[in-house]
């Protein structure tokens, strides 16, 4: 079933001794749009080169994305809030978060392949011809082949059919739509190797199976219905039904106990409970984006969204059609998933354009109901009988007018205010103000890979931890061990060992994993606070979740009364692991003093006998140190 | 000769009621036990405060082992370690309580701070929690202070050192935890129960009204940020050194529960002033009605605006924006 172009591409330069298939550990869908431009732009002879193509991509698409917006509003509600919805969206803080020119990641298509398919599927449900059916699918093939969170989508659109059916909207049109949307998006997904066999193997996708089957029972039903008289069917029916559910439930009974139909995956599971990852899996709860979320950072990416939705949600409610139910159970379901897990971005990306929508629904029937009130004070007179005009009628109406001016105005303000503060900064460039409110450029990440570039062997291997892998290969154009797709647990976790041991059992890890330069993160001169001491618990945890690294336990870090220090009352362990030690060398100033955790470090005269210092940047922020080699004679 | 017969007399009286007080207040060794394992029985872990502390697990003679944890579990000494230390703690001391072997020889109590920091004092300890093993005779070495440090406090742990310290063994039985599964199922029970009862008067399912009230409770929840409140557990408000009450939290990356459920009435309140224009502006009823709805609503969605704009501000610094209220 696999048909993937890709798939024989090898990475052997990551993951070091593993590698990877990138192929088969990747969605391609965003590399493949960004070549296909490039390509197309070149045979038009518009020279552009791909390093512009994937920094612009971003940008090109939530143009797209506002236009589909404002079609699949029109279709929900009339041009009107087309309008209005696509106007929110476009300045939305919750998606131009992850839509910044530059910013080269799944979500800046994905967005995009999401509501096309809502659209399509949408027309698909209205208009019930396979025309659309199909193109639904190809949006949702498309879907599938740039981000993991179409499992949203093959969830949301079979309970949009559910409830259509509990409600008693079921109708031949959404029979074909969900029938060949479902038949032809399962098989065309099954085309992308990182899917494979999910389609058909993992619980995520046994809804969408479960709600296909049920249709074709409805259908069926109706149609043996139009052909009996009642009690003869009656009769018939409740047989059936009893019969095909014992069967069905012991089907499913067996094939769970079998194992042949794999349980929720981990990051799922968090979703619907909420502290299994914090407590199972702790790979999961360090990602800072998978978060809970507060309200203030509901408001400080929706704003005005946030009370519009409601509205939004009430007008849908009092003119219920088959579409508004889809928008509905989108609004609430999303919202429920951006509260669970979604500060940083990932979900609330999802919920910002629904908001968008619902509030663009909203806005637009109140103001055509007031704009209507406004002025016509000749027409009064004949309008009396009708309406029973009220006396300041169009002073009410004007002044809510003005209001509704005032509150899309201070939208657009806190909009704008918001991405030039928080979205605007480039994360690898790190700025701060000076005693004289001059501007300081740290641009020692830049510095360091390039030093790793111009001054390493060709195949030297780095080790650091995740959160620079990508970095290094880019930049610095040497193989590593661990990187950002954190598809390997138990090598992160290796690399988690050898940063928390000593000195002896971390130069075993090393000549093991045949590690040539150890890069670390210093935040204490500059008073960086993302450094990796302060990302060290995490490397603890998730290095003594494995086998290997049982002799790792968390508590042995912290000092007798339970508190996380690096100064003299800091745990002795701590105090002689291999990273306390590189970060800490001859660190600080003045020397000895860490300006993040405020202390004086409580092992100043740590000499690594295994490692010697290679490179240390201009502001100490990045540390490479090159690991020695095995001594000549026995010691 | 009479007045020294006297003086005998009344030296053998006042003797014999200072015995008998000092017999009140020095229980022997079988009423201790006594005592003990009746209270034991009933709550495996027992708590002392200092002058029980002092009669029960320093008083002698003694033929029982004590097993002590010191601890600090009130809310405001803020150690979390304490609290699942006393989980695992309470874990070990049940399986003891139902295990074949109870007997008289070993009790399990524990010392808060706050009732008993005599003997914390006493003790010469500094932090929390500690975990102590006072044997039948002698005092306790430095053996009998478990190394937390070392070995953790994980119930298999504590039961290991206690074997070591004093030849009794603990099978440690942690029970399933069958939380999540049970409420699942009542929650199924009290639905399907719902529909049996009501089943001739189904109506309220397809009543609009009810779903879309339904929708509108759960999105003010959402994003007033009741899921964080779940996961983070956070103080429902903040009295400040000044001793004034603190219902916002400052930083906009945390949140009170009071403060939740303020957010939540803000957008409601919103919510509500635009519904009521809406329905206003559409219904044919009495024109004095509409035209109070119309500006009632008005009024609530200009006022609880620039509010909830104000709380914002309060929370991100630097954010330069206001509407009415400052």
């Known amino acids: 079933m696999c048909v993937c172009v890709c798939v024989c591409v090898f990475d052997d330069r990551a993951w070091y001794p593993l590698g990877r298939i990138i192929g088969g550990t990747i969605y391609p869908g965003l590399m493949v749009t960004s070549a296909a431009i490039y390509h197309i732009l070149n045979w038009l002879h518009i020279s552009i080169d ?22 699949l509003a029109k279709e929900l509600k009339s041009p009107g809030a087309g309008l209005v919805a696509a106007v929110m969206i476009a300045i939305v803080p919750g998606y131009i978060s992850r839509s910044v020119a530059g910013s080269y990641d799944n979500e800046g298509i994905a967005i995009f392949c999401m509501l096309l398919t809502y659209y399509m599927w949408i027309k698909a449900v209205k208009t019930g011809t396979l025309f659309w059916s199909t193109m639904a699918a190809l949006a949702y093939f498309y879907m599938v082949s740039s981000w993991g969170g179409y499992v949203f989508l093959i969830n949301i659109i079979p309970l949009h059919v559910l409830t259509l059916m509990i409600t008693g909207r079921f109708s031949h049109r959404v029979y074909v739509a969900y029938s060949s949307l479902y038949v032809i998006g399962t098989i065309l997904s099954m085309q992308i190797s990182f899917v494979g066999f999910q389609p058909v193997s993992t619980s995520e996708h046994m809804g969408a199976f479960g709600v296909f089957g049920l249709c074709q029972i409805h259908a069926f039903v109706d149609y043996v219905r139009s052909h009996l008289n009642k009690n003869q069917f009656d009769t018939l029916f409740r047989a059936v039904i009893s019969t095909i559910a014992a069967a069905g439930v012991l089907t499913l009974a067996v094939l769970a106990a079998l194992g042949k139909i794999a349980p929720w995956t981990g990051r799922f599971y968090s979703l619907l409970d909420p502290s299994y990852a914090k407590n199972n899996i702790p790979i999961i709860a360090s990602v800072s984006e998978h978060q809970p979320t507060a309200w203030s950072s509901f408001y400080f990416d929706l704003q005005m969204l946030t009370f519009m939705f409601p509205v939004g949600l009430y007008f849908c409610f009092s003119n219920l059609t088959d579409e508004n139910i889809f928008i509905i159970l989108y609004g609430v379901l999303s919202i429920y998933f951006a509260g669970v897990m979604g500060v940083m971005v990932r979900l609330m990306l999802v919920l910002a354009p629904v908001m968008c929508i619902l509030s663009g629904i909203a806005v637009s029937s109140l103001l055509s109901t007031y704009m209507k009130q406004i002025d016509d004070v000749k027409v009064e007179k004949k309008k009396q009988r009708f309406e029973g005009n009220y006396f300041m009628r169009s002073e009410i109406a004007t002044l809510f007018v003005c209001v509704m001016s005032v509150f899309l105005v201070m939208y657009t303000l806190h909009c704008t205010w918001v991405t030039s503060e928080a979205y605007s900064s480039p994360s690898i460039v790190l700025s701060a103000r000076g005693h004289d409110g001059s501007r300081i450029i740290f641009d ?66 090393m000549r093991e994993l045949d590690v040539d330069y150890v890069l670390v993160i210093f935040g204490g001169l500059t008073g960086y606070s993302s450094d990796d001491i302060n990302k060290f618990l995490w490397m603890v945890r998730i290095g003594g979740s494995t086998d290997k690294g049982t002799h790792i336990k ?14 003299k009352e800091g745990s002795p362990t701590l105090l002689n692991c291999l990273i306390f030690g ?24 740590f000499e690594l006998d295994v490692l010697e210092e290679a490179y240390t940047t201009e502001h100490w922020i990045v540390r490479i140190y090159k690991v020695k080699d095995l001594p000549n004679r026995g010691a | 000769m ?13 003797s014999a009621l200072l015995i008998a007080v000092q017999c009140k207040k020095e229980l022997s060794l079988s009423e201790r036990v006594q005592q003990l394992s009746d209270a034991g029985t009933k709550k495996p872990v027992l708590r002392f405060n200092g002058d029980k502390f002092r009669q029960y697990v320093k008083g002698t003679p003694r033929n029982y082992s004590t097993i002590v944890m010191f601890t600090a579990l009130a809310p405001s000494r803020q150690c979390g370690i304490c609290r699942h230390a006393h989980d695992e703690f309470q874990l070990v001391a049940n399986s003891w309580r139902y295990s074949q072997g109870y007997s008289n020889r070993l009790f399990f109590a524990l010392v808060d701070f706050d009732e008993g920091p005599d003997v914390f004092q006493a003790l010469r300890l500094n932090s929390a929690p500690v975990f102590m093993h006072f044997p039948a005779k002698g005092k306790p070495k430095k053996v009998d202070t478990l190394d937390i440090q070392r070995v953790g406090f994980a119930a298999e742990n504590i039961a290991r050192w206690v074997a070591e310290r004093t030849d009794i063994q603990i099978r440690v039985f942690r029970p399933p935890n069958y939380s999540g ?54 103080p429902f408000l903040q009295k400040t050194q000044q001793g004034n009450i603190a219902y916002i939290h400052g930083s906009s990356q945390a949140q009170f529960i009071v403060e939740t459920y303020i957010v939540a009435l803000l957008n409601a309140a919103v919510v509500l002033g635009m519904i009521l224009m809406t329905e206003a502006a559409s219904k044919r009823d009495d024109v004095r009605k509409r035209r109070i709805y119309a500006i009632i609503g008005l009024g609530l969605v200009a006022f609880f605006f620039s509010l909830s704009l104000s709380i914002f501000r309060s929370k991100a610094h630097g954010y330069p924006y206001s509407f009415l209220l400052k």
């Not at chain 1, 968390?554 to 100064?567: I, L, M, N, Q, S």
């Not at chain 2, 009479?2 to 006042?14: M, Q, Y």
């Open chain 1, 50 to 71: 791909v390093r512009n193509v994937c920094v612009f991509l971003a940008p090109l698409f939530s143009s797209f994305t506002t236009i589909v917006t404002y079609h």
């Open chain 1, 444 to 509: 020692d990440f830049r510095e360091a890979y390039y030093w790793l570039r111009h001054n390493t062997p060709e195949d030297a291997k780095v080790m650091s931890w995740w959160d620079y892998g990508y970095q290094i290969t880019a930049m610095a154009n040497r193989t590593i061990l661990v990187d950002n797709n954190t598809w390997n647990n138990t090598h992160i976790s290796r690399v988690g060992q050898a940063m928390a041991s000593s000195e002896d059992k971390a130069y075993q890890i």
């Open chain 1, 554 to 567: 968390e508590h042995d870090y912290y000092t007798p009364a339970g508190e996380f220090r690096v100064d």
């Open chain 1, 582 to 605: 590189q970060v800490y060398t001859e660190g600080g100033k003045p020397p000895g003093y860490d300006r993040v955790r405020n202390v004086e470090i409580g092992n100043k005269d």
């Open chain 2, 2 to 14: 009479i007045v020294f017969r006297e003086i005998i007399l009344l030296l053998f009286a006042l």
């Open chain 2, 181 to 234: 599964l049970l409420a699942l199922i009542v929650l199924l029970a009290l639905v399907v129960g719902l529909l049996y009862l009501r089943k001739n008067n189904l109506d309220f399912l397809y009543n609009k009204t009810i779903w879309a009230l339904g929708a509108l409770a759960f999105t003010f929840a959402m994003t007033s940020g009741q899921m964080w409140n779940h996961i983070r557990g956070p």
